[in-house]
């Protein structure tokens, strides 16, 4: 299925698949609602940014709460992916750490400001925002308890608390590094918080590799 874009009322001829028109539908409301906020946001601009009708938007999602939720799932779905990634991908666990301080760095320095619907959402009211949100740091912290359980022989109740920690200071100096407008390299931010988490993590618990 494809359908005709509109450029301000005027066919332009160009025919997109469904879900290449979904794809384009959500990164003009990115736009939008990255910098407007949610409840600032129009359908009209949003239809008017992605240069197609509103009948073509609402073809694609019956309303606004309906498109801010396809986005926010989405990129919550990046962040886990991006924190689980940086637990499975090595065995050395003073990298795992580094690797999951620099998937905060690296989610809230992106051009699509996908942080700001997860960290900033002004819709934080309707509770399937704040269950997206709050999956957003449980399934983050799961993925890394699971790994301190495993490797540093703790029982679940300390593992989960050290990886609240972790998550929480990552996402407080990622917030805090970009607030201050970068004024360290990202490389050296990340280096900085992934020394003073593994400090902490490292030198309290038999962190090692399986083969050591």
Request: hydrophobic fraction near 45%.
């Given at each position: 299925m494809s359908e005709t874009v509109q450029q301000n009322g005027v066919g332009r001829g160009a025919?997109?698949?469904?879900?290449?028109?979904?794809?384009?539908?959500?990164?003009?409301?990115?736009?939008?609602?990255?910098?407007?906020?949610?409840?600032?946001?129009?359908?009209?601009?949003?239809?008017?940014?992605?240069?197609?009708?509103?009948?073509?938007?609402?073809?694609?999602?019956?309303?606004?709460?309906?498109?801010?939720?396809?986005?926010?799932?989405?990129?919550?779905?990046?962040?886990?992916?991006r924190v689980t990634e940086a637990m499975e991908s090595t065995t050395d666990n003073k990298v795992r750490v580094r690797n999951a301080v620099g998937a905060y760095f690296d989610f809230v320095d992106n051009e699509s400001q996908a942080f700001r619907l997860v960290f900033e959402s002004d819709l934080r009211g309707e509770p399937l925002v704040q269950?997206?949100?709050?999956?957003?740091?449980?399934?983050?912290?799961?993925?890394?308890?699971?790994?301190?359980?495993?490797?540093?022989?703790?029982?679940?109740?300390?593992?989960?608390?050290?990886?609240?920690?972790?998550?929480?200071?990552?996402?407080?100096?990622?917030?805090?590094?970009?607030?201050?407008?970068?004024?360290?390299?990202?490389?050296?931010a990340i280096a900085l918080i992934s020394n003073l988490a593994w400090r902490g993590i490292g030198g309290g618990f038999p962190l090692l590799p399986p083969n050591d």
């Open positions: 025919r997109l698949p469904r879900t290449a028109r979904r794809a384009q539908l959500l990164a003009a409301a990115q736009d939008v609602f990255a910098a407007n906020g949610y409840h600032a946001a129009g359908m009209d601009e949003i239809a008017e940014r992605a240069g197609v009708s509103k009948p073509v938007l609402y073809q694609h999602f019956p309303g606004k709460l309906e498109l801010y939720m396809a986005l926010l799932d989405k990129h919550v779905d990046e962040l886990i992916r269950d997206a949100v709050d999956r957003a740091t449980t399934s983050s912290v799961d993925a890394i308890t699971a790994t301190i359980t495993a490797d540093a022989g703790l029982d679940e109740a300390r593992a989960r608390l050290l990886a609240v920690g972790l998550v929480g200071i990552s996402q407080v100096a990622a917030m805090a590094w970009l607030s201050d407008n970068r004024s360290l390299p990202k490389d050296d």
